[in-house]
């Protein structure tokens, strides 16, 4: 099938400020002409992508576990949270991976250790920081991956390292409250500051074996299809009724392929390959 020309909406690539973490300092510069607008020292070590924008508030948490909320136009801190104060979070997350995502009510951090074997979600109120659960992976050789938050629940993934079954779980936003367990898993994206799913009327989609769309509401399979035999999940968003999903080459990382699907039936739209 030849290539098309899709645009992808304005809204999903661009916003005016961009926000960068070096060491212990987060700071913000404009898109058109990569000014400085502000910065803002935390006193702890923030690396890669441990920080999302979610409507007109930046979150990060740094490797010790401080999560600090600030408002994206002037970096204010609007609160400021200890996670390591919620039992057991490492003083270092060197050697695993460290995940933040957040909703309009809700901001959850999510670290799977390897040395020692760990894996938990905390999730927080998104107003004031405020601890409202956290869950821990209860077996030596399980993992426990957050895949996405929206306003009423976060999602995450449960794998046993050693039997290789996996599956996705709703719990409520709030409380933690277990609202469905699916079959279909949706694997981490590759890019950890990256959601590994996107929620849109009602519906998740994400990419585990293959590329799925999942009912929000009881986790039921609505569609899959498949798209590659050898690469794993960088980024997925969507726009104008269809799904954008990036991928990378397992062995040679610099290798992409941007895949689109319709959104209602999983048709595939068309494949770009690139390289980066």
């Avoid at 645009?7 to 700071?27: F, G, M, N, Y």
């Avoid at 136009?73 to 919620?86: C, N, S």
């Avoid at 938050?149 to 794998?159: E, F, G, H, K, P």
């Avoid at 999940?233 to 992409?256: C, D, F, M, W």
């Amino acid at each position: 099938m030849p290539t098309q020309t899709v645009p992808i909406p304005e809204k999903l690539i661009h916003r005016p400020i961009v926000c960068v973490a070096t060491d212990q300092v987060i700071r913000a510069l404009r898109t058109s002409d990569g000014s400085q607008l502000w910065r803002y020292s935390t006193g702890h070590r923030i690396e890669g992508p441990a920080m999302v924008m979610q409507g007109d508030t930046l979150y990060a948490v740094s490797v010790d576990g401080h999560l600090y909320a600030l408002q994206i136009t002037t970096g204010k801190l609007l609160w400021q949270q200890l996670v390591g104060a919620t039992p057991n979070f490492p003083a270092d997350v060197g050697g695993g991976s460290l995940r933040i995502m957040a909703g309009d009510t809700v901001v959850a951090i999510g670290y799977d250790m390897r040395v020692p074997r760990k894996a938990v979600v905390y999730v927080f109120k998104a107003q004031n920081g405020a601890p409202l659960w956290h869950d821990q992976a209860q077996a030596f050789d399980q993992g426990r991956s957050l895949v996405g938050v929206d306003d009423s629940a976060v999602y995450m993934t449960d794998t046993s390292l050693q039997g290789g079954s996996s599956v996705t779980q709703a719990r409520l936003a709030m409380d933690g409250t277990l609202l469905w367990t699916s079959p279909h898993f949706i694997a981490p994206a590759a890019w950890a500051g990256t959601p590994s799913l996107v929620i849109v009327d009602g519906v998740l989609y994400g990419y585990g074996n293959d590329l799925q769309a999942i009912h929000a509401q009881n986790g039921k399979l609505l569609w899959e299809q498949k798209v590659s035999q050898d690469g794993f999940p960088a980024q997925i968003t969507t726009g104008n009724n269809e799904v954008y999903l990036v991928t990378q080459h397992r062995s040679v990382l610099k290798n992409s392929k941007s895949v689109i699907q319709r959104g209602w039936d999983g048709l595939q739209l068309f494949l770009k390959f690139g390289s980066s």
